[in-house]
């Protein structure tokens, strides 16, 4: 089992920054890959970013790329979402997310932390 916790939840105008992080711990090893979802009201939740764990691929939505990086550190067990230039469509609850290795989907959630851009 693994276990993520986010944080970095805040209020930012658009145009601003916030970084969000992910704490995972557990059966780390069982990892192949980790990402950020999102999920606005009436929406079907979407893929923002990823990255394996071996490898370092990343993997970004459409919607994010060149303003948001996705990186991992491994000492302390953390994946980050840097989301630069913020806009209010951004506005979302971000869920962290693992995959396992004989998973073919992300199979592990965080509790979910709160963006909002204010225009």
């Known amino acids: 089992q693994v276990q993520l916790v986010e944080s970095g939840e805040g209020l930012v105008q658009a145009g601003g920054s916030l970084r969000l992080s992910c704490e995972y711990s557990?059966?780390?090893?069982?990892?192949?890959?980790m990402g950020w979802y999102r999920q606005t009201p009436g929406k079907q939740s979407e893929l923002v970013a990823d990255?394996?764990?071996?490898?370092?691929?990343?993997n970004y939505a459409d919607s994010v790329k060149s303003r948001f990086t996705i990186t991992k550190d491994f000492a302390k067990k953390t994946v980050y979402l840097q989301m630069n230039g913020l806009k209010p469509e951004d506005k979302a609850v971000y869920y962290c997310?693992?995959?396992?290795?004989?998973?073919?989907?992300?199979?592990?959630w965080g509790q979910g932390t709160q963006v909002t851009v204010s225009s």
């Open positions: 997310a693992a995959r396992s290795v004989v998973a073919v989907e992300y199979d592990c």
């Open positions: 990255i394996t764990t071996g490898g370092g691929r990343k």
């Open positions: 557990g059966n780390i090893f069982s990892i192949y890959a």
